[in-house]
Nanobody
Framework: VQLQASGGGSVQSGGSLRLSCEISGLSLRYYAIAWYRQAPGKEREGVSC???????DYTDSVKGRFAISRDNSKKTVFLQMNSLKPEDTALYYC?????????WGQGTQVTVSS
């Protein structure tokens, strides 16, 4: 199983980025997929998740700015991030969960400058 995150980069405050998590080795439709992030010196936090049925959820700090979506045919989950703020700067990870099976991908760096 591999989760390949991409799409990170450096943007100015107010900018946008679209992260992608390409997943191989599992039947994506059964898995909930989440995005986590970890800033230097801080604990990893959940940002957004989407169930196998496509129901999204977001942490309060990104509601109205971020949108998660999935394309099961392409085995990819996306995180559209708009109106980025410096406090969104972090290493972003994707995560897959189904029952007791879970998998982490490597991170993609997002840096937002003021």
């Amino acid at each position: 199983v591999q989760l390949q995150a991409s799409g990170g980069g450096s943007v100015q405050s107010g900018g946008s980025l679209r992260l992608s998590c390409e997943i191989s080795g599992l039947s994506l439709r059964y898995y909930a997929i989440a995005w986590y992030r970890q800033a230097p010196g801080k604990e990893r936090e959940g940002v957004s998740c989407i169930t196998g049925a496509g129901t999204p959820d977001y942490t309060d700090s990104v509601k109205g700015r971020f949108a998660i979506s999935r394309d099961n045919s392409k085995k990819t989950v996306f995180l559209q991030m708009n109106s980025l703020k410096p406090e969104d700067t972090a290493l972003y990870y994707c995560y897959a969960l189904y029952g007791r099976r879970d998998f982490w991908g490597q991170g993609t760096q997002v840096t937002v400058s003021s």
